[in-house]
């Protein structure tokens, strides 16, 4: 499978990657996309961070991030869920200078069945909230990815893409969230987002809910969908996020059946 791993990204825990998953990254040479919870950061402290960022770096894998995003609102109504989800993001951010991430993928949050009534607020606190932490990448070779989830199409990141008008904050394309929570096709994602597009997610579902399956397993067209963002000459970060290591070695089995690795 290394011949597919050392193209893309793969969703690791940073507590598998500080317990018992480093060996297999190294091994197989898989680049990470370090996911990060509440609890690695309450857990884990610089040491432990710095140790793992030397082991990657020494081995020449190549780096992203995920930043927390459970109960977490970048543009809360209330302010203090809206500090509380700033220092959350913060933490993460600080460790840029360790890692050196190509990207970090983050969640504005919108639902609209959530801030009904209150999108313009929302749109202005997110503003708040994201270029607090916009100083953290200037200079690096580091993007932001907004990622979808419960947003359903693009008209609803657009606004916030548009008000922060950066080459630093890029879209990441969630299929599997697009498939299950989304209201609008993939080309009409990338139609509307696809010059900012930065990152995607690659993991499949039955288009009910967030099953995280392996490519194949599910019904979203994903050579379709990799053609079309190869006919747009777009060259986004391609992440799986398998959330075991069987699912892992399905998905790469799929990749290589369905003749995707042309794509990568």
Not at 88 to 108: D, K, M, N, T, Y
Not at 135 to 147: D, K, N, R, S
């Amino acid at each position: 499978m290394r011949e597919i791993w050392e193209k893309i990204q793969v969703h690791v825990p940073f507590y598998r990657l500080r317990t018992d998953l480093m060996a297999m990254v190294l091994r197989e040479g898989i680049n990470p996309e370090i996911a990060f919870s509440h609890r690695d950061l309450d857990r884990y402290g610089p040491d432990d961070f710095r140790e793992v960022a030397d082991r990657l770096a020494a081995a020449g894998r190549s780096v992203t991030f995920h930043a927390p995003f459970l109960d977490l609102r970048p543009g809360a109504i209330e302010p203090r869920i809206r500090q509380v989800t700033v220092d959350r993001l913060r933490r993460v951010f600080e460790l840029i200078p360790l890692f050196l991430p190509r990207a970090i993928v983050c969640h504005p949050s919108f639902d609209e069945k959530y801030y009904i009534s209150c999108e313009q607020a929302w749109l202005e606190n997110s503003l708040e909230t994201w270029r607090s932490l916009l100083g953290y990448v200037l200079g690096t070779e580091t993007i932001i990815a907004m990622e979808n989830v419960y947003e359903r199409g693009p008209h609803q990141i657009l606004p916030l893409l548009d008000a922060l008008d950066s080459p630093l904050v890029r879209f990441c394309f969630d299929a599997g969230h697009a498939n299950a929570f989304g209201g609008a096709e993939y080309t009409e994602w990338l139609e509307q987002l696809g010059s900012r597009l930065g990152e995607v997610h690659v993991h499949d579902n039955n288009g009910v809910t967030d099953e995280h399956l392996p490519v194949g397993e599910g019904n979203f067209p994903f050579r379709e969908f990799l053609a079309e963002v190869r006919q747009r000459n777009l060259a986004p970060i391609l992440t799986v996020e398998s959330h075991s290591e069987e699912s892992l070695l399905r998905m790469g089995g799929n990749i290589r059946g369905m003749g995707l690795l042309e794509f990568l």
